[in-house]
């Protein structure tokens, strides 16, 4: 069993800061790192070669790798540089009628909000971001509630597999069952999923899905992926029309040209998502994700209680993975944040949800006991002093 902190020097990760906030942008390791530094040198040494000749072919390799560890077919993937971009192009492209609706949840990531008011709004549809109870209680009633909100008028369920502020693991392969029975499209965000909890595409059966690379696979900035359904991908548009449309020589796959090929650009973080899969497999990372979730499940209740509030989900690994958010009594989120930063040399967002603030922190290889301790004790010198924190 692996005991945490694991391999802390192979992160790049400043020393004199706690980092407890894996979940924003993750963090890359020493080798990984590398293996993008000579794709980056490769790309240098001979642009051409690199981007107009054999581009194709290392983007190909790398997609392959990534379809293998989240099972599903390579050609049904593309690169992007981030689950935001991946909703747009799905968002932007979706026939959708006036009065239809998308069905999310109110706790989904901000960017996807704004994403789908903005284009449901040019097409007079709605998009219905039904609330949930919070704290959740059962896999059971999340699914009872949240299905109350589909209607005759529901065209696509947009939901997160793990959420951003509120940090929760919801049912997903649950409600794609339910969508699919109900002739529902499912477009799920899983953006914290890859290398957190295991993926299988084939059988969570979601019609799309979007994933980021950079967070907990470690790979290097500005890598995720969008999956789509063969039956669904000649629905949608490129957010730019480059080279593979009306292509010279078109591949066997429409999706892969209209969206792969971009013309010039840096293409080296996805030609490192191998060499994520190999530090992951190489270093039991199966074991690190456990020994990490249960710092998780260890400490939630007690930081609750010095905040003098409630879990939002059961103390369990229902809804809890490798990170979680305390609800905390602010009504400066921000300013807290920076104290952490400035004051203790603490990495950790401190996030608004509507009326809600959460302070969410993450644990991965490099972390300790002692990182939460030391949150936990700034935490309980300000809320001693009663003016960022006001119980």
């Keep these: 069993m692996v005991t945490l902190p694991f391999l802390k020097s192979q ?9 407890l906030n894996f979940g924003s942008f993750g963090a890359c390791p020493r080798p990984i790192f590398k293996d993008y530094q000579d794709w980056q040198l490769l790309l240098e040494s001979e642009p051409v070669d690199f981007i107009a000749v054999n581009g194709v072919n290392y983007l ?9 560890y989240i099972n599903c077919n390579a050609d049904d993937l593309v690169y992007v540089t981030n689950p935001t971009y991946a909703v747009n192009i799905i968002a932007r492209s979706l026939a959708l009628n006036e009065g239809d609706e998308i069905l999310a949840t109110d706790i989904e990531y901000g960017a996807m909000d704004r994403t789908w008011n ?5 097409q007079k549809a709605r998009y219905v971001r039904h609330h949930v109870t919070l704290p959740v209680t059962t896999k059971a009633f999340f699914i009872e509630e949240f299905i109350k909100g589909i209607t005759p008028r529901t065209k696509a369920i947009f939901i997160s597999q793990i959420t951003s502020s509120t940090a929760l693991k919801l049912p997903v392969a649950e409600i794609c069952e ?3 029975q109900r002739g529902l499209i499912t477009i799920v965000d899983g953006a914290h999923v890859p290398g957190h909890i295991p993926l299988d595409l084939s059988a969570l059966k979601a019609d799309i899905y979007t994933g980021a690379c950079h967070k907990w696979m470690m790979a290097p900035k500005g890598c995720s992926f969008l999956y789509v359904k063969k039956e669904y991908q000649d629905l949608f548009d490129p957010i ?9 020589a078109p591949s066997h796959s429409r999706f892969l040209d209209y969206h792969q090929m971009q013309g010039t650009r840096d293409f080296s973080a996805f030609c490192a998502v191998p060499a994520s899969i190999r530090f992951m497999n190489e270093n039991n990372w199966v074991e690190v994700a456990a020994a990490s979730r249960q ?7 007690r930081f609750c209680d010095l905040m003098g509030s409630q879990p939002i989900c059961p103390v369990d690994d229902t809804f809890l993975v ?11 989120p921000e300013k807290l944040h920076q104290h952490l930063f400035d004051h203790y040399h603490i990495e950790v967002p401190v996030m608004r949800q509507e009326k809600d603030v959460y302070l969410r922190f993450s644990i991965n290889a490099f972390n300790s006991q002692s990182d939460i301790d ?17 119980k």
């Excluded at 030391?374 to 006001?390: C, D, P, R, S």
Aim: glycine share 8%.
């Design 118 to 122: 903005y284009y449901c709004g040019k």
């Design 178 to 180: 339910i969508a699919k």
């Design 322 to 332: 490798q990170m979680c958010s305390i609800p905390v009594p602010t009504d400066q």
């Design 374 to 390: 030391k949150l936990y004790n700034a935490l309980a010198g300000i809320v001693a002093e009663g003016v960022l924190i006001k």
């Design 295 to 301: 710092l998780i499940l260890n400490n939630y209740q």
């Design 60 to 68: 190909k390799a790398s997609r392959e790798a990534l379809a293998g």
């Design 11 to 19: 992160f790049l990760l400043n020393p004199d800061i706690t980092y």
């Design 240 to 248: 730019i029309i480059s080279w593979g449309y009306q292509s010279a």
